[in-house]
């Protein structure tokens, strides 16, 4: 059985600063991991997906990494912002026939100014 | 090009009523799925649906249906609510393997 586990569950951190994300996953026979954004009570934005057969992906100030070997991806900001405080969760698919996204329970992180 | 809406946004509802909750698929994308999320948790997978057929179900009692009309829309229903069910209820569409988040429900159980 797949399990996500995202470390560490929150996160402070000044204006400006450079930070990782870590998450990991039990089962590396991954189809792709995708990393959302969730504000309070809202939904999900999509930030990044890699497939299986890629290391990493990027889009602005965000990078994401796979080691599918290891079970673990990790999402990298550069140079945070107060815009960036929110939960960012981890999910994976185990193969590409409609299965069901499982999820890991999030980094919550505050960007103070 | 719409994303995926949810409807309604809000619901208060008593222990034992029913709900139905609505979806409207991102444009093109023919699966949807429900997802459970309670408080401080991620989302749970509840079930996926695909040419109007049930695909998949995690682990979720016969309480929640659902149902896949022919424009894609979808609908989760939950019978003889129960407190623990109070949670924010996720649709979300996919096409090549992404998948597309709405808003989502907030269901409160009183």
């Known amino acids: 059985k797949q399990e996500v586990t995202q470390i560490p569950a929150a996160l402070s951190v000044p204006e400006g600063e450079n930070l990782v994300l870590n998450c990991s996953f039990t089962?590396?026979?991954?189809?792709?991991l995708q990393w959302f954004r969730q504000d309070p009570g809202k939904g999900l934005t999509s930030l990044l997906l890699?497939?299986?057969?890629?290391r990493e992906q990027t889009s602005g100030r965000l990078n994401a990494s796979l080691d599918k070997s290891s079970g673990r991806s990790t999402l990298y900001i550069a140079a945070s912002q107060p815009g960036d405080s929110a939960t960012y969760l981890c999910?994976?698919?185990?193969?590409?026939?409609?299965?069901?996204?499982?999820f890991g329970k999030g980094t919550t992180l505050s960007v103070s100014s | 090009d719409a994303g995926v809406t949810q409807s309604p946004t809000h619901l208060i509802k008593t222990r034992g009523q029913q709900v139905t909750l609505r979806c409207s698929p991102k444009?093109?994308?023919?699966?949807v799925s429900w997802y459970q999320q309670a408080l401080g948790q991620g989302p749970q997978f509840i079930f996926q649906?695909?040419?109007?057929?049930?695909?998949q179900r995690g682990n979720f009692p016969d309480r929640f249906s659902g149902h896949q009309f022919p424009n894609y829309s979808s609908e989760l229903n939950v019978n003889a609510l129960l407190l623990g069910d109070s949670a924010l209820y996720l649709c979300?569409?996919?096409?090549?393997?992404?998948?597309?988040f709405g808003p989502g429900t907030r269901l409160t159980v009183t």
């Open positions: 979300a569409s996919s096409l090549g393997g992404r998948s597309y």
């Open positions: 089962d590396s026979a991954i189809y792709n």
């Open positions: 890699i497939q299986s057969s890629q």
């Open positions: 999910a994976v698919k185990s193969n590409q026939a409609g299965t069901a996204l499982i």
């Open positions: 444009s093109g994308h023919d699966t």
């Open positions: 649906y695909y040419e109007e057929e049930e695909r």
